[in-house]
C-alpha cells in the first residue's frame, strides 16, 4: 500500500513539473512544445488518480480483514 501511496504521489510530481514546463514554453509563444507537455501532466494525473484510486481500495481492504 505504500507504495502504491508513493507511486501516486511521484506521478503527482511529475505532473506538476509537466504543468510549469508547460506554462513557462506558452508564455514564451512556443504553444506547440507547450501543449505537448500539457498532454504529458494530463497523462500523469490521470495515473496518479488511477494510483490513488488504488491505494484508497487497498486501505479500505486491510480495515475490513
Known amino acids: 500500500m505504500r507504495q502504491t501511496h508513493r507511486q501516486a504521489a511521484e506521478q503527482h510530481e511529475l505532473a506538476a513539473r509537466a504543468h510549469r ?35 484508497h481500495s487497498k486501505s479500505g481492504q486491510i480495515g475490513a480483514l
Open 21 to 55: 514546463t508547460a506554462a513557462e514554453h506558452n508564455e514564451k509563444g512556443d504553444n506547440e512544445t507547450g501543449n505537448w507537455h500539457s498532454e504529458r501532466a494530463l497523462e500523469y494525473s490521470e495515473r496518479a488518480y488511477q494510483l490513488a484510486k488504488e491505494a
